[in-house]
């Protein structure tokens, strides 16, 4: 099946310091998603990307949907120890004009904010 | 409150005794999934559901076993459990068509030890 290549597999950042971290695959999507995962909960969703190009931000993250289809990263600007967390790209092919929500997931991205 | 619930959210057990983890979503979605997720393999989608009495599998199904008879439950079925299904298990739902389907709600998650 489709794999992604989520990078970096952890990171361990200062309170305040800058995020970035990406999501390859082997073939496209024409939807990438980002989750955070909490210690203990469910992944909730971050942004979502429908468009090659596109550029979106949710307050201090922004993510981008790579133009070959193929990538995306999400950067987190002056992180906050609320950040920590695992963090998960997940791309979707929709087939058939039919979106049922099957869904990819990178290998997770571990991040460590230290005050 | 829109929520997935699953249970039992810890679970230790021994290898070939039958268990069932049960899910439940409050939102009328259609579409439900079951993930597992593993140290470094991200979340990895064992079956999923379109609709009532529509199941397939997804990535890693081997051992599991699933149902839909109701619209709101799907239940995660281990026959006959083994170690290596020792993992940390998420059901999750979207509204499974249009935009907006590929986003996936989780439950808290249910973290099964085969001894």
């Known amino acids: 099946g489709q794999q992604l290549n989520q990078s970096p597999q952890s990171m361990f950042i200062q309170e305040g310091e800058d995020v970035s971290m990406n999501c390859t695959s082997s073939?496209?999507?024409?939807?990438w998603l980002w989750y955070k995962q909490d210690p203990g909960e469910g992944p909730v969703l971050l942004i979502a990307?429908?468009?090659?190009?596109e550029l979106t931000s949710n307050g201090r993250l922004t993510a981008q949907f790579g133009i070959t289809r193929k990538d995306s990263f999400l950067n987190i600007s002056a992180s906050i120890p609320s950040d920590v967390g695992i963090y998960f790209c997940a791309g979707q092919l929709n087939a058939g004009g039919t979106s049922y929500g099957k869904l990819t997931f990178g290998q997770g991205t571990i991040l460590t904010v230290h005050p | 409150e829109a929520q997935v619930t699953q249970n039992p959210r810890y679970l230790i057990t021994v290898t070939g005794k039958k268990l069932t983890v049960t899910c439940s979503q409050n939102?009328?979605?259609?579409?439900m999934s079951w993930y597992r997720q593993d140290p470094g393999l991200g979340l990895r989608q064992i079956y999923y559901s379109m609709n009532v009495e529509v199941t397939d599998k997804g990535d890693v199904p081997e051992g599991y076993k699933v149902s839909r008879k109701e619209k709101r439950n799907f239940p995660l079925i281990l026959e006959s459990p083994s170690p290596n299904q020792t993992s940390l298990y998420f059901c999750a739902s979207s509204g499974g068509w249009g935009s907006g389907a590929n986003v996936l709600t989780f439950g808290a998650g249910s973290r099964l030890t085969v001894l």
């Open positions: 073939s496209i999507f024409n939807t």
């Open positions: 990307l429908y468009k090659a190009g």
């Open positions: 939102m009328n979605h259609e579409y």
